[in-house]
């Protein structure tokens, strides 16, 4: 099993920054997608980034240019780097682990990111 905690959400104002961190148990990242999903209330789930484990990444339209994916090997840890941060962004953030080999997708359980003055 994989667990992955995801920590550095909060109360930002717009145009402000705010990094997450996603710390997953083992070395995971050989073997699975990493990804962060986000959530806002009323709305489903959307992918904002994907970093796969040869180094590519993907952004949705509405993060790029603001939002950078990275990953530290040896913490086993994924971030998330969110610049500019608009009201739009509210959201709960989550961290995502897909295997390549198997069905199970792991999920952290979330941390809320709110833009506001």
């Known amino acids: 099993q994989v667990q992955l905690v995801e920590s550095g959400g909060g109360l930002v104002q717009p145009g402000g920054s705010l990094r997450l961190s996603c710390a997953a148990s083992?070395?995971?990242?050989?073997?699975?997608?990493m990804g962060w999903f986000r959530q806002a209330p009323g709305k489903q789930r959307e992918l904002v980034t994907t970093?796969?484990?040869?180094?590519?990444?993907n952004y949705a339209d509405s993060v790029k240019g603001r939002f950078t994916i990275s990953r530290d090997n040896a913490k086993n840890t994924v971030y998330l780097q969110m610049n500019n941060l608009k009201p739009e962004d509210t959201a709960v953030y989550y961290c995502?682990?897909?295997?390549?080999?198997?069905?199970?997708?792991?999920w952290g359980q979330g941390t809320q990111v709110t833009v506001s003055s």
């Open positions: 995502r682990a897909f295997p390549y080999v198997g069905s199970r997708v792991y």
């Open positions: 083992g070395t995971i990242f050989s073997t699975h997608i």
């Open positions: 970093f796969t484990s040869s180094g590519s990444t």
